[in-house]
């Protein structure tokens, strides 16, 4: 190759340039977690709550004319949990939730919205349960609610909005409790399904108004 060669001029320029140069190399950024404040006091909020929700009263009764705001009830209770997720008191309030859920499916005759909000719920607590403890805590209840869900299916009379919900809620559990078993039992056994080509609705969604 043929060397150009630079006349003397031309080399003081180009040292200068350099001396006068300065070259910014992009700094790694590192995400720095924060801490969740939530979990110092999220109990106060989910037992406050739950407590004496069968509390006879009679200007309230959850399972009749008030389901209304026994759904509220549910669904704010999910929404706790899953700000509550990462604490260290949410394995014990994940199983609480899902049995005091539990009692509700038992109820033949049960609103819509609230059967919508049981769904979420679970939902929610599948979502943020560790395969540990699926295991260990909350299998017995979720599998519950999954059957409840599935008996849903086949017995009764839903809604389009309602039915898309069930599914959802049972696709997440299905893979959570999938999940949660194969720590036990490390050769998977397959099932033959038959899809469901359903949208996925977004669970965060539900209207309560």
Known sequence: KREVKMKPWEIEVMERLKK??????SATRVVMGTENKFNS??????YALMNQYDKEMRTLNLTEEDTLLLGRLIYTLGMVM????????APTMSKTLLEFCRVFTDI??????????????????????????????????LMDIKLWAEELLVT??????????VVYSLEI?????????????????????????ITQPKITEITTS
Not at 20 to 25: A, E, L, S
Not at 82 to 89: F, I, L, Q, R, T
Not at 129 to 134: F, K, L, Q
């Open 108 to 141: 033949y005759v049960l609103d819509e919205y609230v059967k919508q909000c049981i769904l979420f719920t679970a939902s929610i607590v599948a979502q943020i349960s560790p395969a540990t403890v699926m295991t260990a805590e909350i299998y017995p209840q």
């Open 41 to 46: 006091v999220c109990g106060n909020f989910f």
């Open 173 to 197: 559990m299905n893979h959570v409790i999938g999940e949660g078993l194969g720590g036990l039992f490390p050769d998977p056994v397959e099932h033959n399904q038959e899809s469901v080509k």
């Open 156 to 165: 009764e009379s839903l809604s389009a909005e309602t039915t898309r919900l």
């Open 82 to 89: 899953h700000c509550a997720g990462n604490s260290p008191a």
């Open 20 to 25: 006068k140069t300065r070259r910014f190399n």
